[in-house]
């Protein structure tokens, strides 16, 4: 059974910054491109930053530059260090766990950042 448990959110001064963790369990993490998605109210679902197993990163436009993806495999864990947040960044953050095989995510982690 597939779990991916998020943690670090919370509300945060813009300017500020927050770390989410994702631990995984129930894959084979290194065979996953781990990705952090967001969604804010009234808004789709949207690809914040993505990570290879190699180490490949992809950020959205609006992130680059304070946000940073990184993965330890031995810990089966994803982070998504958060800097310089801004109210915009305000969303439920989700992990999301994708092989050839099959598409997971978890259940949210919200981040508020007040102006």
């Known amino acids: 059974q597939v779990q991916l448990v998020e943690s670090g959110g919370g509300l945060v001064q813009a300017g500020g910054s927050l770390r989410l963790s994702c631990a995984a369990s129930?894959?084979?993490?290194?065979?996953?491109?781990m990705g952090w998605y967001r969604q804010a109210p009234g808004k789709s679902r949207e690809l914040v930053a993505a990570?290879?197993?190699?180490?490949?990163?992809n950020y959205a436009d609006s992130v680059k530059g304070r946000f940073t993806i990184s993965r330890d495999n031995a810990k089966n864990t994803v982070y998504l260090q958060m800097n310089s947040l801004k109210p915009e960044d305000t969303a439920v953050y989700y992990c999301?766990?994708?092989?050839?095989?099959?598409?997971?995510w978890g259940q949210g982690t919200q981040v508020t950042v007040s102006s």
């Open positions: 999301n766990a994708r092989s050839k095989l099959a598409d997971s």
């Open positions: 129930g894959i084979i993490f290194s065979s996953n491109v």
């Open positions: 990570i290879r197993s190699g180490g490949i990163t």
